[in-house]
């Protein structure tokens, strides 16, 4: 088959699935003449259930039926009518909502159930049922109104978690910290074939394919830990290059690090998105929006704003999807690497942008809404490091071109906008470098003396491995706007948000190669409203 012919398959094979998007969002309600069941050799829920997308008055509801090995033939090439319930208690006692919905099998029998009709701010418990079996029960948050005085709030935030550096323990001593939901920041998967295995070897060897994708988020997916949290709150999710292939940008293909197939990059960055959007709990939206923008290589539409009452703000941006390729890669090979700035005439260009400039622009106007919205807290959850991490090299100074560093005229355009709008109590989240940083966001990193005009918390990672403390003390004294760091700790953050006050504390791992391993409070801050300054708690 010539490349052409394998890009007019794979369109005519996403017009099809987005069509069965469509069938599988929208709640249904059959007759029992119309149920489409396979024979079940056994119970169908192994990847468990998950919430998200709330809005005050909806939820998503995610689940897919999935049999391991050679069971997985008995599911079938038709669609799977699911059963589902929606209750105010988790005994069920009080049913809320119910109904039918299909699992098509073009996206692997996946559920992403919009289902409206609720109240406001409240607790619900959810459940998915076919034939003689029950699904795990989840535990969902629907929002508050977005005119509500919400006087707390606690949110999760979270990346990284690779099968093979450790076990995903941080999950379950989050779920005891009873978050109101979780942030996910990206990485929710590696696409490595595991040789560099050091606690657990993932199956499957290299991730290249549709079917490859979607083996490797079953792996994951099996992982009790987190399929516990996922049942235990709704998620808020955005991807970075890990989903695909590693250090991707835009539609120009990434680096493994050492040899792995070739393959067509736009047909494998499809087959990944298209698995993303079936093991997580995203709507069916992200989908549809995302027709019009297929010619020029856009083809999901992740990024939103979530509003949390009078409080606060999410803003889930896309780091990847749209950004220009890296500058000044060694021998002009794509990926990442360090880069004497002084040494690279494009890297101050300010055409390039790591969001995309309508990206850019959709962030902008919202941020310039603020006021009228009147909320407390702007939270820009997004994928990297924001703050400039440098050092000095020759006659220049040597930076990680895949991160804001690499784009610093689209950092200078953000941070303009944030005093431009007198954008109210900005808070950078971030993870990819699975090391812990705290500190502000300047408006001119340049200028030691310039005035910050936010904070930042980037985390660490659930359990990918990082370079270690060696080198810690030295880049904070390098770079004297971040009060903190650690590159020891595997975990998360826990974000404590109430009208006056944020308090941000760092949750570290004793060892994450053991499943038992042990957690504890690594540092803890605060930031008073009003003043973007970090101080320890």
């Known amino acids: 088959m010539t490349l052409q012919q394998q890009a007019n398959q794979s369109f005519e094979n996403r017009r099809r699935w987005l069509q069965a998007a469509g069938a599988s969002a929208a709640t249904l309600w059959l007759p029992r003449s119309a149920w489409s069941q396979p024979r079940w050799a056994a119970n169908p829920f192994t990847l468990g259930v998950a919430s998200g997308a709330a809005t005050p008055s909806s939820v998503l509801l995610w689940t897919r039926l999935h049999l391991p090995g050679v069971a997985a033939a008995s599911l079938g090439s038709a669609p799977i009518t699911v059963r589902w319930e929606l209750a105010d208690d988790e005994g069920f006692r009080r049913i809320a909502h119910s109904g039918q919905t299909l699992a098509p099998a073009e996206l692997a029998h996946s ?11 409240r607790w619900y418990f959810y459940r998915f049922m076919v034939g003689d079996h029950v699904s795990p029960v989840g535990r969902t948050l629907t929002l508050p109104r977005p005119q509500d005085q919400v006087q707390r709030l606690r949110l999760a935030y979270a990346s990284c978690q690779k099968w093979e550096d450790g076990f995903f323990s941080a999950w379950r001593h989050l779920r005891a910290e009873h978050p109101d939901g979780v942030v996910f920041l990206g990485d929710y998967i590696y696409e490595y074939p595991g040789r560099s295995s050091r606690v657990r070897v993932p199956s499957g060897g290299w991730v290249l394919t549709l079917d490859d994708y979607r083996r490797r988020y079953a792996l994951y997916k099996s992982d009790p830990d987190l399929q516990a949290m996922h049942a235990a709150c709704p998620w808020w999710v955005t991807w970075d290059d890990h989903e695909v292939q590693n250090d991707y940008a835009g539609e120009q293909q990434g680096n493994s690090g050492y040899a792995s197939p070739a393959v067509d990059f736009a047909i494998r960055r499809a087959a990944a998105y298209q698995a993303w959007y079936e093991h997580l709990p995203v709507r069916q939206t992200v989908l549809t929006r995302s027709l019009a923008g297929l010619a020029s290589g856009a083809e999901m539409r992740i990024h939103g704003r979530v509003q949390f009452g009078q409080l606060a703000d999410l803003y889930l941006l896309d780091a990847r999807q749209y950004k220009d390729p890296q500058a000044c890669t060694k ?38 809404h603020t006021s ?43 941070t303009q906008a944030l005093q431009q709008h007198a954008v109210p109590n900005p808070v950078f ?45 030295q880049r904070l004294a390098n770079n004297p706007h971040f009060v903190f760091a650690d590159a020891q700790h595997r975990g998360y953050g826990l974000l404590d948000f109430t009208p006056h006050q944020l308090r941000t504390t760092l949750r570290g791992l004793d060892d994450v190669s053991r499943q038992d391993s042990s957690v504890a409070t690594l540092a803890s801050f605060v930031v008073q409203s009003g003043r973007p300054v970090v101080e320890l708690a």
């Open 372 to 414: 009228s919205r009147q909320t407390r807290w702007q939270v820009l959850g997004q994928q990297t490091l924001f703050g400039s991490l440098g050092g000095k090299i020759g006659s220049g100074q040597t930076l990680w071109n895949d991160g804001w560093d690499g784009y610093q005229a689209a950092r200078t355009r953000l």
């Open 429 to 473: 989240l971030g993870g990819d470098v699975h090391e812990n940083w705290v500190g502000h966001v300047k408006q001119d990193y340049a200028n030691p003396g310039s005035p910050a005009v936010g904070v930042e918390f980037c985390g660490t990672s659930i359990s990918s491995r990082s370079g270690g403390n060696a080198q810690t003390a």
């Open 111 to 121: 559920v992403h159930l919009e289902v409206p009709g609720l109240a406001p701010e």
């Open 331 to 368: 021998d002009g090979a794509p990926g990442s690497g360090r880069v004497d700035t002084a040494r690279c005439p494009t890297w101050l260009d300010p055409r390039r942008s790591i969001l995309g400039r309508a990206q850019e622009q959709w962030l902008e106007s919202e941020l310039a």
